[in-house]
């Protein structure tokens, strides 16, 4: 039997993007899977949007945050409930290939992978095209602490290497920081296959260049242990090769 695959949705105020970004994930042609849609917008504004659309899917579970906790801490809620034996992410606004969960499985199996992450196309909020991110082969923890190339819509992990490693109260870099800590003991893989659409929105708050800095010395300081000089150091080389993506993807807006 095809093992679970519990992909974790996190949800604050995505209603104009989320249907979309369901529909790729109910219809991947790999059918173990659940979806956890963590429900963190204390309004409660879209919550009855969200129970029509889901209503009479026994794949889907809702849970409801009662305050706010942020997309890290929701993931993390979404882990400690899933079943699945590999964990995927999805962002409530981005879109997924239908054979992404089938094409990630069987290369994962084939090589002994426990994280694998793939390329993906950037679309803005018409979803037109307007960059690419091509994953690189393999990433190791020092490639990682120069240079974030890992999308996290794109990731499958197998849940026995989360353990106690989950993602951080950052506002921002909460993905990064995971991602350096595994870095340390498995080895990151990327599949060259285009097989994500990540949404960068104008509002969103991984487009706020000044919460990005602070998050990120936040990571090497706190969170890495580095002290405060080379923490600035590696804020400033991170910003660096960010520019330098921006310009390998083509984002021209």
């Not at 899917?57 to 899933?82: P, V």
């Not at 951080?168 to 990064?176: A, H």
Request: charged residues 30%; contains cysteine.
């Amino acid at each position: 039997m095809n093992d679970k695959v519990s992909v974790i949705i996190p949800y604050y105020k995505k209603k104009f993007f989320f249907l979309n970004t369901l529909k790729s994930a109910l219809n991947q042609t790999y059918k173990n899977f659940e979806i956890l849609i963590i429900y963190d917008d204390p309004s409660r504004t879209d919550l009855e949007y969200i129970k029509k659309i889901i209503k009479f899917n026994k794949k889907i579970t809702l849970l409801i945050n009662k305050k706010k906790l942020g997309a890290g801490y929701s993931r993390n809620l979404g882990i400690k409930y899933s079943k699945g034996s590999y964990i995927a992410f999805l962002d409530a606004d981005d879109l997924w290939n239908r054979k992404k969960l089938a094409i990630q499985i069987k290369f994962m199996k084939k090589h002994n992978v426990n994280f694998c992450h793939t390329s993906y196309k950037i679309i803005n909020e018409q979803d037109n095209l307007i960059g690419k991110q091509t994953a690189k082969s393999y990433i190791s923890y020092f490639d990682l602490l120069r240079s974030c190339d890992i999308g996290l819509s794109t990731v499958l992990v197998k849940k026995e290497i989360l353990k106690k490693k989950m993602f951080s109260k950052l506002k921002t870099k909460e993905d990064y920081s995971l991602w350096l800590k595994l870095a340390k003991k498995n080895k990151i893989i990327g599949l060259n296959k285009f097989l994500c659409k990540w949404r960068r929105s104008h509002n969103s708050l991984s487009s706020s260049t000044a919460q990005r800095v602070l998050d990120a010395f936040r990571v090497y300081f706190k969170e890495e242990n580095f002290n405060f000089f080379i923490s600035i150091f590696r804020v400033f080389i991170l910003s660096c090769n960010y520019l330098f993506k921006r310009i390998r993807q083509k984002i021209y807006f």
